[in-house]
C-alpha cells in the first residue's frame, strides 16, 4: 500500500504527480498542471528526465522548487506518487510504467502504448498484478465528441460501418528527426530496445488508433485489424518509414484506409481528414480554417453535428483526476491501444527494410532541411479519394504491397496483391 492510498477520496485534495519527462511533448503537460485548469487539481511533487536542464518547461519546473531526479529509483527512493505521467522516448514507456505501477502510482503513459506485443503484455501484468490503473494517452480517445461518435457508431445510428478512410500531411524535417536523445525514425536503438519509431506510430499514431477506436465493439476496445495491405515508404535517411498508405481488415469486417505523411512540402500541410461510410449515413472530418467540422449526414436526411476532436487534447489528464477519485471509466486502456501496436509491429516484421523513394523523386529543400518525394501530395490525395493504395494506381515509384495477415500474436506475411492498374 502506498503512501497515498487512504486520500484517494478525499475530494478536495490536489493529486501528486511525477513528471516523468519534462520537455519536448512533456513541456504541455506542464504547462498543463503549473498554468492550466489542470493546476486545481494536481500538484507536481517531483519529476525524473536527466536532461531536464535542456528544456525551458524543464527548468521551469526546477525554479517552482519541484524536485528532479535522474532515475525513477531516485525519485521512489525518497518520495512517492499518486500518479505518474509517463512522456518519454517510446523505448522507456514499458519499463518506466511498470515500475511506477510497482511503486504504487497509477499511470497515463504517451502513446503508442511501447514498440513490442511482449512489453505491452508485460504492463498489463503488472497493472493486474498491482490493482494500479494504467491510461494509454491518445487523446482523441478522451475527446467528448469523438466518444459521442463511438456511441452513436456503436448503436447503430450509422448502420454497419463499410468502410473509414484518413488522411494527413505533416510535413516534417530532419530538425525533427534529430530531436531530443536522436531516436526519431528509429528501428531499435544500438542497446537491442525496439522503438518501431514511425510516421505512423508517433506523429499521425492519433489518427490510426481513431479508425480502430471508433470501430471497436466497447468503450474502452478497439477493432482488431486481421490483414493489413501495406505499402510503406522513406523520403527520409531514416530506419523506418515517413510515408504509408495502409488497407486493414478488421474482424468485424471494416475497411480502414490510412494514408500518411511527413515527406511533403510544408506547403501542403494537411490535418487528419476522415470519412467514415456507413449503410445508414456517413460522417466527415474536415475544416473551416482553424476550425475542425465533424458531421454526421444520416440518409433520412437527418445532420448531426459533432464538436471539435482536437478541442481538449490535455482532457487526458483530468480524465485520470476523475478515475483517482473513482468515478470515471478510462476510456483508452492498453486493451484500447494494442490493435494500434499490432498493426506497427505487423508491418515492422513484414518490412524488414523500409524502401526508399526513387532517387528522381526525392528533393532535398535546403532553407526547411526537409526531404520531401514530389508530386506525393497529389497520388496520396488521389488514392484517398479512390480508396486504393499507390501501386495499384500504377504509381511509378510504388511497390507491389505486403499483405500481412495477423492472427492472435501470430503474423504472416505475402508480397502483393496482384492488383496494378497498366
Ligand atoms: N499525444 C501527443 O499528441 C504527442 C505529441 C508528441 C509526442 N507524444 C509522445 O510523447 C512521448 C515523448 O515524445 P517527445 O517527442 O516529446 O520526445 P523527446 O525526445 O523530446 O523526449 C521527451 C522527454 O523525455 C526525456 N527523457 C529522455 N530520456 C529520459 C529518461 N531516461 N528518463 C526520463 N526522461 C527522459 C527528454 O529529456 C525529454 O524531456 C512519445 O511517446 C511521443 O509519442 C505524444
Known amino acids: 500500500m502506498n503512501a497515498y492510498e487512504g486520500t484517494e477520496n478525499r475530494k478536495w485534495e490536489k493529486i501528486s504527480v511525477l513528471m516523468v519527462g519534462t520537455g519536448g511533448y512533456a513541456g504541455l503537460y506542464v504547462k498543463e498542471l503549473l498554468h492550466g485548469p489542470c493546476a486545481s487539481q494536481f500538484e507536481i511533487v517531483g519529476a ?19 524536485p528532479v531526479y535522474h532515475t525513477m529509483e531516485e525519485f521512489y ?190 506547403k501542403q500541410e494537411r490535418r487528419p481528414e476522415f470519412i467514415i461510410e456507413g449503410e445508414l449515413g456517413m460522417v466527415t472530418l474536415c475544416y473551416d480554417k482553424e476550425r475542425e467540422i465533424m458531421t454526421g449526414r444520416l440518409i433520412d436526411g437527418r445532420n448531426i453535428f459533432y464538436g471539435e476532436p482536437s478541442a481538449d487534447n490535455m482532457h487526458k489528464l483530468s480524465y485520470m483526476a476523475d478515475a483517482i477519485r473513482g468515478n470515471a471509466h478510462l476510456p483508452c486502456i492498453p486493451e484500447t491501444a494494442l490493435p494500434h501496436l499490432k498493426c506497427i509491429c505487423a508491418l515492422a516484421e513484414s518490412f524488414h527494410e523500409t524502401p526508399q523513394f526513387t532517387d528522381d523523386f526525392i528533393h532535398y529543400d535546403e532553407d526547411t532541411r526537409q526531404y520531401t518525394c514530389i508530386g506525393l501530395g497529389e497520388t496520396l490525395n488521389m488514392c484517398w479519394e479512390r480508396g486504393s493504395l499507390p501501386y495499384e494506381e500504377g504509381v511509378s515509384w510504388a511497390q507491389e504491397s505486403h499483405v500481412i495477415a495477423l492472427q492472435g500474436d501470430e503474423i504472416s506475411f505475402e508480397k502483393g496483391n496482384g492488383k496494378r492498374k497498366v
Not at 525524473?48 to 519541484?66: I, K, M
Not at 477493432?223 to 486493414?248: G, H, K, S, V, W
Request: aromatic share 10%.
Open 48 to 66: 525524473v528526465d536527466p536532461y531536464a536542464d535542456q528544456s525551458e518547461s524543464g527548468r521551469e519546473l526546477v525554479q517552482h522548487g519541484v
Open 77 to 266: 527512493q525518497k518520495q512517492a506518487a499518486q500518479v505518474a505521467f509517463i512522456v518519454t522516448p517510446i523505448h522507456l514507456h514499458a519499463y518506466q510504467a511498470q515500475y511506477c505501477m510497482e511503486h504504487g502510482s497509477d499511470v497515463l503513459c504517451e502513446k503508442p502504448i511501447c514498440a513490442s506485443l511482449k512489453d505491452a503484455e508485460e504492463m498489463m501484468a503488472v497493472r493486474d498484478r498491482t490493482g494500479r490503473r494504467l491510461a494509454i494517452g491518445f487523446q482523441w480517445s478522451f475527446n467528448e465528441s469523438i466518444l459521442k461518435l463511438k456511441q452513436d457508431i456503436m448503436t447503430g445510428l450509422y448502420g454497419k460501418v463499410r468502410r473509414i478512410r484518413t488522411i494527413v500531411y505533416f510535413p516534417r524535417g530532419l530538425d525533427y528527426y534529430h530531436r531530443g536523445t536522436g531516436w526519431a525514425g528509429k528501428r531499435r536503438l544500438a542497446s537491442g530496445e525496439w522503438l518501431l519509431d514511425s510516421v505512423a506510430s508517433n506523429a499521425a499514431a492519433h489518427y490510426l488508433h481513431n479508425m480502430l477506436f471508433l470501430t471497436g465493439n466497447e468503450v474502452n476496445r478497439s477493432a482488431e485489424p486481421i490483414q493489413i495491405e501495406a505499402e510503406i515508404y522513406r523520403a527520409n535517411p531514416i530506419e523506418m518509414f515517413d510515408t504509408c498508405a495502409l488497407r486493414i481488415r478488421t474482424a468485424n469486417d471494416i475497411e480502414l484506409l490510412f494514408y500518411a505523411t511527413h515527406a511533403v512540402p510544408q
